[in-house]
């Protein structure tokens, strides 16, 4: 993922996703560490791909605005983080 995440493009994008972790063999990894922006489509975009999939999807590059998110409207615990390509994000 990268640049704006909001309502457009999860309506535009929800559909493959589900489709890609619902298909998946194994977890799935997102990489977020390019996104600018996410508000609420965002977030339910990620939470769609964390609810489709048959394992807890892994979240990479996180940078702090997209990772305050999540833990402030209390999803965070749908995904593992990989702190170890974790990014500031300021």
Do not use: C, K, N, W
Not at 40 to 57: E, I, M, N
Not at 63 to 83: K, T
């Amino acid at each position: 993922m990268q640049g704006e995440i909001d309502a457009a493009v999860q309506a535009r994008r929800e559909d493959e996703l589900v489709r890609l972790a619902q298909s998946a063999e194994g977890r799935i990894h997102i990489d977020v560490g390019d996104v600018t922006f996410m508000d609420s489509g965002g977030l339910r975009l990620l939470y769609h791909a964390a609810t489709a999939g048959s394992g807890v999807p892994v979240l990479e590059r996180v940078p702090r605005r997209v990772r305050d998110l999540l833990e402030l409207s209390g999803v965070a615990g749908l995904f593992e983080i990989d702190d170890d390509a974790d990014e500031d994000g300021a």
